[in-house]
């Protein structure tokens, strides 16, 4: 009897896990949500903006679903686009980006790349992420070149390393970007210093949220903060969160809006709409783009 009743556990915990990892890599892997936020950033009786923040597309050519979902977005009617990296994972994979991304296009709009916009992801063993010191190994390369052109040309303006004002909404918004800390890209202090009184609003970008990093863009006096990179976790303990946020900010940040400590900047982090190719599960914590209505404070 008692062999029996641990028979029965056993085969009921074994169905249990199939059935939470067929739902995690079939139904939420694929549950595109839009989020809406609110941010008080704007000057008194200032209209409201909006800002369509796209982060960690990790696209492989045959999502389908996943580019006609983001393409449907330009219906949002945002003032401003911006993608803050992971757009690929697959060296042809520029087609997909821009079917997902070409209704877009025509609005005004800023880009960073992240690590896998250069090199392709590689399988690694998930509890890696657990270790902060692990290695970081990078798989083939990617045609980040031919992504960049592309986006240029069509008028959106590339704030790896950069810094820029542009006109959306009627306002003057001063933008400034890195490129990806997470495999040591960014270079802030090429492009750090005071905000502008000229601008409106100021906007930084960065792909991974790295503490430091954020704190410098705070202290320079810039609003609002957008990164992605963490995936909100990927696959997350209801009422507990995230298990790991893949870079230095908490665990209570790795998504969503939040004051960013210390300062008057809020910081919001996507929880991205891709997955690792080599993980394509999500748990708890279902793909996402976030529309930012900026309104007076």
Partial sequence: MRKRTLFSLAAGTVAAGAATLAYASLVERNMFTLRRFDVPVLAPDAE???????????????????????????ATD???????????????????????????????????FGSNDYRGPVFKNPFSYFNPDREYVQGVELPADELRQVLVDAGWHDLNNARTTLKAGGRVIELV???????????????????????????????????????????????LLLAGHTHGGQVCVPLYGALVTNCGIPRSMVKGLHRWPGSDSWLHVSAGLGTHPTAPVRFACPPEASLLTLIPR
């Fill in 48 to 74: 409201p903006l909006r800002i369509l923040h796209l982060s960690d597309l990790h696209m492989m050519p045959e999502q389908r679903r996943k580019q006609r979902w983001v393409a449907a977005l330009a």
């Fill in 177 to 223: 970007g890195v490129d990806d800390p997470h495999v040591d890209r960014d270079d802030y202090p090429l492009v750090a210093g005071p905000v502008s009184d000229v601008a409106d609003l100021h906007v930084a970008l960065t792909h991974s949220p790295e503490p430091p990093l954020l704190d410098l863009m705070a202290s320079d006096g810039f609003d």
């Fill in 78 to 112: 945002p003032d401003l686009v911006v993608v803050t990296g992971d757009n690929m994972a697959d060296p042809a994979a520029v087609p997909g980006v821009l079917r997902a991304l070409q209704p877009l296009l025509d609005l005004p709009g800023a880009f960073v």
